[in-house]
């Protein structure tokens, strides 16, 4: 599975409680190399310009991306 390749995080998504969403990944890859994100009722900006919550792992992908980007940059310098 994608989750498992060289140089991929696995994302998965947290809820209200802090525990792995109903709907997010799991498993083996995402235990041991993957990283968890909120992912349920995240606040975000709506078309309109106005504010809207949102559900799913497409809003803990951008989190964990920041957050492995940090690490990639401290372990370079």
């Given at each position: 599975s994608p989750g498992n390749c060289n140089n991929v995080i696995p994302v998965g998504a947290t809820d209200q409680n802090n525990l792995v969403a109903?709907?997010?990944?799991?498993?083996?890859?995402?235990a041991n190399n993957g990283l968890v994100a909120p992912?349920?009722?995240v606040l975000t900006t709506?078309?309109?310009g106005g504010y809207a919550t949102?559900?799913?792992?497409?809003?803990?992908?951008?989190m964990v991306a920041?957050?492995?980007?940090?690490?990639?940059?401290?372990?370079r310098s």
């Open positions: 109903a709907f997010s990944s799991r498993g083996t890859a995402l992912g349920v009722q709506d078309v309109s949102a559900t799913g792992t497409s809003f803990s992908s951008p920041g957050a492995a980007a940090l690490v990639r940059r401290k372990a």
